[in-house]
């Protein structure tokens, strides 16, 4: 069982910036899929920066203003957003798929863009 716990979220400025959190209760050392989705109101969750088997993937709405980092050490991945626009509001879950394909979700931390 992991336990993945969402932090960073918060209400900005468009133009601004956030640094999202999630810290893993196991090691983040070996998984298939590892990283951010996001879910607006009324829209379906979707695939934000992800690290996989094959490389770095991000969604194209973020690429340019979104980096995905983790830490092996502290069992922590890292979604730096610069550059936010009102699009970006919407709640932020942290997910892992291991090596086993067993898929672990974050409670999510709301990030809302506005004036």
């Known amino acids: 069982q992991v336990q993945l716990v969402e932090s960073g979220g918060g209400l900005v400025q468009p133009g601004g910036s956030l640094r999202l959190s999630c810290a893993a209760s196991?090691?983040?050392?070996?998984?298939?899929?590892l990283g951010w989705y996001r879910q607006a109101p009324g829209k379906e969750r979707e695939l934000v920066a992800v690290?996989?088997?094959?490389?770095?993937t991000y969604v194209d709405s973020v690429k340019g203003r979104f980096t995905i980092s983790r830490d092996n050490a502290k069992n922590t991945v890292y979604l730096q957003m610069n550059s936010l626009k009102a699009e970006d509001t919407a709640v932020y879950y942290c997910?892992?798929?291991?090596?086993?394909?067993?898929?672990?979700w974050g409670q999510g931390t709301q990030v809302t863009v506005s004036s």
């Open positions: 997910n892992m798929l291991t090596t086993i394909n067993t898929n672990y």
């Open positions: 690290f996989t088997n094959f490389g770095t």
């Open positions: 196991g090691s983040i050392a070996s998984f298939n899929r």
